[in-house]
């Protein structure tokens, strides 16, 4: 299947500050998707990029997919304690194999 | 709209025994699938199915098997449980994978084997 690494595995931030989750695949991805899930839950759909070079925006998460469709971020500007989860990329195919995921403490 | 069901929530096994996790969609999507999330770990695919009749293997299917003969239910089935088998395990269905729709997902089931 794909691979699909995701960076940082773990990130700590005081409330307030900025968080970036980064996901590198190593081949061409035809589509990416991003889910998030709170502790003790299961993952819910955030968002899919398709285009190369993308950029979507929901309120202060940003995603970008690469202009080579090979890695993808999703970018949160002054985190809130609800945004305290882990999140994964997903790239698109039957298979349907998530990244590592990267688990973000907000700290207040 | 009840999306993805997932039965029973929460099950203790002993090593040996065997059980079926039940999932449910009504939303008619072609694609399902069970995966297994061990404690601050990622999510591990099991098995899928494209559509009704047709399985094929995940990542990590040993000790488990699955069979698809509507396109509501996708039953997980665990023989001889081992404690390896402690998880949580999720069950999700989408349009069609390969365009790249949204997936649902179950509650999840955790599972402890001792």
């Known amino acids: 299947g794909q691979q699909v690494m995701q960076i940082p595995q773990y990130q700590h931030v005081q409330e307030g500050e900025d968080f970036t989750t980064y996901c590198n695949s190593s081949?061409?991805?035809?589509?990416i998707q991003w889910y998030k899930q709170r502790p003790g839950g299961h993952p819910v759909f955030l968002i899919q990029?398709?285009?190369?070079?993308e950029v979507k925006k929901q309120k202060r998460l940003t995603f970008q997919f690469g202009e080579a469709k090979k890695n993808s971020s999703l970018h949160i500007t002054a985190t809130q304690t609800t945004d305290v989860g882990t999140y994964f990329c997903?790239?698109?195919?039957?298979?349907?194999?998530f990244g590592t995921g990267t688990s973000l403490t907000v700290i207040p | 709209n009840a999306g993805v069901t997932q039965t029973p929530k929460f099950r203790i096994l002993k090593i040996g025994q065997s059980m079926t996790l039940q999932c449910t969609q009504d939303?008619?999507?072609?694609?399902m699938y069970w995966y297994r999330q061990d404690p601050g770990m990622g999510l591990k695919l099991i098995y899928y199915?494209?559509?009704?009749?047709?399985?094929d293997k995940g990542e990590v299917p040993n000790g488990y098997n699955v069979s698809r003969s509507t396109t509501e239910d996708f039953p997980l089935r665990l023989e001889l449980a081992a404690p390896s088998q402690t998880s949580v395990y999720f069950c999700?269905?989408?349009?069609?994978?390969?365009?790249?729709?949204?997936?649902?997902f179950g509650q999840g089931t955790r599972l402890t084997v001792v």
């Open positions: 990029l398709v285009k190369s070079g």
């Open positions: 999700a269905s989408d349009e069609s994978s390969g365009a790249g729709t949204e997936a649902f």
């Open positions: 997903a790239p698109g195919g039957n298979q349907f194999y």
């Open positions: 199915s494209v559509g009704a009749g047709i399985t």
């Open positions: 939303m008619n999507h072609n694609y």
């Open positions: 081949t061409t991805l035809s589509n």
